[in-house]
């Protein structure tokens, strides 16, 4: 069974945002290295894969 039919709630990209965001969050605060969480959310945007219109030229 693939994880994404046991979850079906990892197909919802704003699920998956908030649990990145969230462990990353934790994670550093941990290991005493706190981020911003606004912080966090800006660079989750960056990794956004680019969408099929801003691959011209491929």
Do not use: C, F
């Amino acid at each position: 069974m693939k994880i994404r039919a046991r979850y079906p709630q990892l197909q919802d990209p704003a699920v998956v945002k908030v649990m990145v965001v969230r462990s990353v969050h934790s994670s550093m605060a941990l290991a005493n290295r706190p981020v911003p969480v606004a912080r966090l959310e800006a660079l989750y945007a960056q990794t956004a894969p680019p969408t099929p219109t801003g691959m011209a030229g491929s």
